[in-house]
């Protein structure tokens, strides 16, 4: 996979998100303070942007991206996603193209980010 298809399958989850706005808020209404839908949002844009600005490879795509959400001010889906897309990165192949496999043997980096952001308990909030 090139940095360019695996960037245009970012932009398009990306734009799902977007896609779900109100739906998410809708969901978040009923047990949360309805912020979801906003805070999804504008963690997709701001990963599609970093996505659409990104002239590197793979790796600093991730970084930059991760940086994008990072700045961000919304609640705890920003550093949950902050730690998805830094821990993908950590562990990106270096350059322009990667395999399934090489992105397959990333995962071991991101697992290990989101257990050290989310501690021992899961399904709590951090």
Partial sequence: ???????????????????????LTEIDSRFGDADHGLTMTKIA??????????DGDIKS??????????????????PLWNTWLDGMQEAAPAGGRSTCRAFRLSLPGLWRSWTAYLGPRWGTRP
Avoid at 1 to 23: D, H, P, Q, W, Y
Avoid at 45 to 54: D, F
Wanted: negative net charge.
């Fill in 1 to 23: 996979m090139t940095k360019t298809e695996f960037a245009l399958r970012l932009k398009n989850g990306c734009a799902s998100v977007i896609a779900a706005e109100a739906e």
């Fill in 45 to 54: 844009n701001a990963i599609s942007g970093a996505v659409e600005q990104e």
């Fill in 61 to 78: 795509m991730l970084d930059d991206a991760a940086m994008a959400v990072m700045t961000l001010n919304g609640g705890s889906a920003v």
